[in-house]
């Protein structure tokens, strides 16, 4: 069973706008979560990550919200560039076991 | 830097062939991991190794086996491949484990393997 879903499958948003990227768990342990972003015919790379004590950290122009006790996190790009455009993974991890990624949501900004 | 490789980028088998996928990284990380991707799935962990000379069962490891060989190289093999075993595999290094509270458990990936076994 999927511990950590990302409901939609794309998205598209207007060169400069702001781009929400959402991720739902449903293990109530989980401490850790990461964003990841990947291009085709690449591994995904490390984008942004936050801790459970937290609830934003921001990098630039990226932003990863979470609240604990809805179970959600999301990726706010502001703003968005086409060089955006990628698949965008959320993953959580508990207590330094494995992490569970979610199915992706690929995102295409349009000029 | 190369950063990690995997070798080969594609394969096609025959179901019940054997084959082992090659996974180095030079960045001089303690673990390392081995994917797969399938469409609407996501990246599922297939093995991993916390540091040279352990491996560790992940989400989905019937099917395969791995080898730590040294600190740079992990592999993985498929004994008698099955087509559900048709996917994309990627390899990622770590400094420590992934997971772990810390700065430095951030994964780094390989280009990844496409693979498909009719």
């Known amino acids: 069973d999927q511990q950590v879903k990302q409901n939609s499958p794309s998205l598209s948003v207007q060169e400069g706008r702001i781009s929400i990227l959402n991720c739902d768990y449903t293990?109530?342990?989980?401490?850790?979560f990461l964003w990841y972003k990947k291009y085709p015919a690449e591994g995904p790379t490390f984008l942004i990550s936050?801790?459970?004590?937290?609830d934003k950290n921001e990098d630039g122009r990226f932003t990863v919200f979470l609240n604990k006790s809805a179970k959600h996190l999301s990726l706010h790009i502001v703003p968005s560039q086409p060089g955006d455009s990628a698949v965008y993974f959320c993953?959580?991890?508990?207590?330094?076991?494995?992490?569970?990624f979610g199915t992706g949501t690929s995102l295409t900004v349009i000029p | 830097n190369a950063g990690v490789t995997q070798t080969p980028k594609f394969q096609v088998l025959k179901t019940g062939q054997s084959m082992t996928l090659q996974c180095a990284q030079d960045?001089?990380?303690?673990?390392m991991y081995w994917y797969r991707q399938d469409p609407g799935m996501g990246l599922r962990l297939i093995y991993y190794?916390?540091?040279?000379?352990?491996?560790d069962k992940g989400e989905v490891p019937n099917g395969y086996n791995v080898s730590r060989l040294n600190k740079r190289e992990f592999s993985l093999r498929l004994e008698s491949a099955a087509p559900s075993q048709t996917s994309v595999y990627f390899c990622?290094?770590?400094?420590?484990?992934?997971?772990?509270?810390?700065?430095?458990?951030?994964?780094?990936f390989g280009p990844g393997t496409r693979l498909t076994v009719l």
């Open positions: 990622a290094s770590s400094r420590i484990l992934a997971g772990l509270l810390s700065s430095y458990n951030e994964q780094f």
């Open positions: 293990n109530s342990m989980f401490d850790y």
């Open positions: 936050i801790s459970s004590i937290k």
């Open positions: 993953a959580a991890s508990e207590a330094g076991n494995q992490f569970y």
């Open positions: 960045m001089n990380h303690n673990s």
């Open positions: 190794s916390a540091s040279e000379g352990t491996t």
